[in-house]
């Protein structure tokens, strides 16, 4: 990939890059009000700017002054609601985007903006959590994990684990995909 200084608009274009190979879930004969763009680039603009009502904000903007910044920022051409997001979302593989946290993470890299996370003689380091975002002993998916519990009962469950580049003095983390770390843990060798 060509070398360019890292800013928003290039991971934005990462994200784009990415986006056009991915299938639309919906099958063709439902109404497609929103392209799927416009659903995933609304989804990511929330989680970017930290604000659960960037895009119904940006909704009463458009109606009131005729122009909006959810367009202007993130490419979002007629704004979705969390529903509409939420419905169509679900069905897209997030490992559809792994590749954009790679491209990040090698311009980070090649940019020298992980030197300063360097510790250990060149070594980086990665903190690992995990968490449970979903738990329910009646709704499943073909994805779901399971557990039997001493009483019979099956309980269904998605967990996440969640890898960051750390560093002593660092204020920020990096986020990585575990398929990034997978081959290091299994091989118990430094990343
Ligand atoms: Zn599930």
Partial sequence: MEEQRLSFALMLSYLNRVLEGVEDPRQ???????????????????????????LEHQRQM???HGHNNA?????????PTPNQIKNVVDGVSAALLFPVFRWVCQALS?????KAYEVLGGQILVGLDGTEYFSSASI???QCSHRTHKSGDVSYHHDVILPVIVAPG??????????????AIAQGNRI
């Fill in 28 to 54: 063709p004969s439902n109404a497609r009000r929103y392209h799927l763009w416009d659903l995933v680039l609304g989804a990511f603009s929330v989680f970017y700017l930290q604000c659960p009502s960037f």
């Fill in 62 to 64: 458009q109606s009131r």
């Fill in 71 to 79: 367009q202007r920022l993130f490419g979002v051409m007629t704004i």
């Fill in 110 to 114: 090649a940019q020298g903006f992980l």
């Fill in 140 to 142: 499943h998916c073909a």
């Fill in 170 to 183: 660092q204020e920020q983390v990096i986020s990585l995909m575990p398929e990034f770390i997978r081959p």
